[in-house]
């Protein structure tokens, strides 16, 4: 070994050991800024006094969460949800479509009534209407002053918007966390890292949406933060056992700035979730209308003319959508089997027909995109000599498209009751 060697190790084990010295001495400051600034106390800050802790109070037995469900699922039949054709469980779930074949009473047609699922692209969507609610006797997680004696929600099933948790009962979870003043945005990064991860979408909420936020600090100087964890999404429902895991990270994240966590009890949360799933799962259904020649088939290049007159516009797998100026997709074309339409083999193949698709869930204005698919189909229908038709070649005259908006009507309100509206935000998050 030459002494160019030597020394070069020497000058390294020294700067690591500067390094561990420094580092262990930032801890030691910090530590101390943290118990000057939240001095450890032996009850929660969070909990009014005489109220028991929410991490400590039993949890509701399996029997009971299960029966919460099921009444929730109940509930969701009552709204006229006669069928329920997709499965939201799965990224890769195919969505249901409504077709034509209908029950004889109109005022209990829902989506799947009498109607032949078929694959549609696009994913799985949806949420219930009652507001996230602590148990009782553990209210102490509320986000807002200005949002009590309304945590059961408005009739439109959504919280008071200030508090940032709008939305049906089950979306979120959230996590109260009451922090040292000096915690700054990388430190809420590394703590929602640590609760949630990538497994849930979460995000802490605007500190001027909360009283007490940090405008106004709370007791010796810390500041009270809300990570809201999204527990429903086309995945499917948090479990219990994924809630108190969120639970106990977040305790673990909170004690190690010298801070405090509290929730909402997991297994109310998850019941709420699973309710919210079934519902979702009920009505993420696509309204399909097909236009079909009546002997060999439509003109390859006079079908593209009319498709991209009518504003459709080709996307990289050969679907056609029409979108609004933000880009919202209001509806979909493909060939009559769900396929692609290939705008250069068009130029010398024929197609025996067309289907015009449209997402509930997830298209704004539902209604009156509606009656502009039914418009539109019907004038492809004209300029091509074909036929409006259901997935068993049986034509849909008025009568039939007037059952059709029947069911689409008793689909919306009982949406609308659960406070979800097709295409906004909250049902973007839902539905994706």
């Not at 003043?181 to 430190?187: E, K, L, N, R, W």
């Not at 106004?216 to 995945?235: C, H, K, M, T």
């Not at 010398?348 to 539902?366: E, H, Y």
């Amino acid at each position: 070994m030459t002494d160019l060697q030597g020394a070069l190790i020497v000058l390294g084990v020294l700067a690591v050991a500067a390094v561990a010295i420094y580092n262990y001495w930032q801890e030691r400051q910090f530590r101390r800024r943290s118990e000057k600034t939240l001095p450890p106390s032996g009850s929660d800050v969070l909990m009014p006094d005489g109220q028991p802790d929410p991490a400590a109070a039993p949890e509701p037995s399996a029997a009971a969460a299960a029966g919460s469900a099921s009444t929730a699922g109940v509930e969701s039949a009552s709204q006229g949800m006669v069928r329920r054709e997709p499965v939201l469980g799965d990224l890769a779930a195919a969505d249901e479509r409504i077709e034509p074949r209908f029950s004889a009473s109109a005022d209990d047609a829902m989506p799947g009534d009498g109607a032949g699922p078929v694959p549609a692209t696009g994913s799985s969507r949806s949420r219930p209407a009652e507001a996230p609610v602590a148990p009782q006797g553990q209210g102490a997680w509320a986000p807002s002053r200005r949002s009590e004696g309304r945590q059961d929600g408005r009739a439109d099933g959504r919280l008071d918007s200030a508090s940032g948790l709008e939305g049906p009962a089950g979306l979120w979870y959230p996590v109260v966390f009451r922090l040292p003043a000096v915690a700054d945005a990388a430190a809420l990064a590394v703590i929602r890292s640590e609760v949630s991860g990538e497994s849930r979408l979460s995000d802490w909420l605007d500190p001027d949406l909360l009283v007490g936020g940090e405008g106004e600090p709370g007791a010796a100087g810390a500041v009270d933060r809300i990570l809201r964890i999204q527990a429903v999404d086309p995945r499917g429902p948090a479990s219990v056992a994924e809630l108190k895991a969120f639970l106990a990270n977040a305790h673990g994240a909170a004690e190690a700035v010298g801070g405090l966590a509290t929730a909402p009890d997991p297994a109310a949360t998850a019941a709420h979730a699973a309710a919210l799933h079934e519902f979702c799962s009920s009505v993420d259904v696509a309204i399909g209308l097909n236009v079909a020649a009546a002997s060999g088939g439509f003109t390859g290049t006079k079908l593209r003319g009319l498709i991209e007159a009518a504003g459709f516009r080709a996307l990289p797998d050969h679907t056609y959508v029409l979108a609004d100026d933000a880009g919202t997709t209001l509806c979909t074309l493909t060939d009559g089997n769900g396929g692609g339409l290939d705008p250069q083999a068009l130029r010398s193949q024929s197609v025996r027909a067309i289907s015009l698709l449209l997402d509930v869930p997830r298209t704004p204005g539902t209604v009156a995109q509606f009656e502009r698919m039914v418009t539109q189909a019907r004038q492809f229908a004209q300029a091509l000599s074909a036929s409006v038709v259901d997935d068993s070649g049986r034509v849909l005259d008025e009568p039939s498209i007037g059952r059709i908006r029947a069911q689409l009507a008793s689909m919306l309100k009982a949406m609308r009751a659960r406070g979800i509206e097709p295409g906004d935000p909250i049902a973007r998050r839902i539905f994706g």
